[in-house]
């Protein structure tokens, strides 16, 4: 049988820090067990499930005597903290109303977001909903990550591809994912993608490299479609050169019919004559 275990859950408290740091007596850590599952539920169903959506990849909990630290890892900081700071503002009062407690919200960028697993788990997810071809999708995400840095990714999605009859399992694979290496960062996330034949199951891992030797992300710039300048209709450039082609082929006719004209007129006068 196969050992297999969460590279996150594996690595925390080793080389990964703690996503929830407190202490409590045995009396209160039950409730606030719950009640950091209840901020993370709250949140992630704030921004990742309904538009427009900020990409919130990982929310860290702090909690000190007096106050709850929440702190937002988002690849879409502008849409999280709104503007002049109204949906951070709007977040820290519907926090502090469920839970009771001051709560203090800090929003960072994550600047490489083909390198979060949680993020890529999620953009495939979505993109399966809207009945893209898996294959495509999941071969698409493992080049943007390995163009991006990484040094190896894996993608595996189960359930019923393409609508088929029977479920089954897809794996993508590029470079390599040393699970056992605790010295190695491997991201990892699971996302599930709702069908109308069913559900997929997303899982994604992603190895940066070593801790303290992780090659910097290159930045790929995309490129955008050129916007239209004029503000009629689209016209190609085939049916623009017909007109002066034709036009060409008159003026043609014009020049090589008037020697002739003239050809027939002089006869006519030397008849008259």
């Known amino acids: 049988m196969g050992q297999k275990t969460s590279p996150i859950g594996f690595r925390t408290g080793i080389t990964l820090g703690w996503q929830s740091t407190w202490f409590a007596p045995k009396a209160d850590y039950g409730n606030l067990l719950v009640e950091d599952q209840r901020i993370r539920r709250y949140v992630d169903g704030k921004f990742n499930r309904q538009m427009p959506k900020g990409a919130v990849a990982k929310i860290e909990i702090i909690r000190t005597r007096n106050e709850t630290k929440v702190t937002l890892h988002s690849a879409r900081p502008g849409v999280v903290i709104g503007p002049r700071g ?35 788990a999620e953009a495939i997810a979505e993109q399966l909903s809207k009945r893209a071809s898996f294959r495509r999708t999941m071969k698409q995400h493992c080049e943007a990550a390995i163009n991006t840095g990484a040094k190896g990714v894996k993608i595996i999605c189960a359930g019923r591809l393409a ?21 190695a960062n491997v991201d990892y996330a699971v996302a599930t993608s709702r069908t109308t034949y069913g559900a997929i199951g997303v899982k994604v891992w992603i190895y940066r490299g070593k801790f303290g030797e992780e090659v910097e992300p290159r930045l790929v710039r995309r490129r955008r479609p050129p916007r239209r300048t004029g503000t009629g209709p689209r016209i190609s450039s085939r049916l623009k050169a017909a007109p002066a082609q034709k036009a060409e082929s008159t003026a043609e006719t014009n020049v090589s019919a008037s020697p002739a004209q003239s050809d027939t007129g002089e006869s006519k006068n030397k008849e008259e004559s």
């Open 86 to 120: 109204g949906e951070v503002d709007k977040l820290r009062e519907e926090l502090e109303e469920m839970i009771g407690r001051k709560v203090g919200i800090n929003v960072i960028e994550i600047k490489a977001p083909e390198l979060n697993a949680t993020l890529v």
């Open 163 to 183: 609508g088929s009859e029977m479920a089954r399992k897809e794996t993508q694979k590029l470079g390599s994912i040393p699970l056992q290496t605790l010295d």
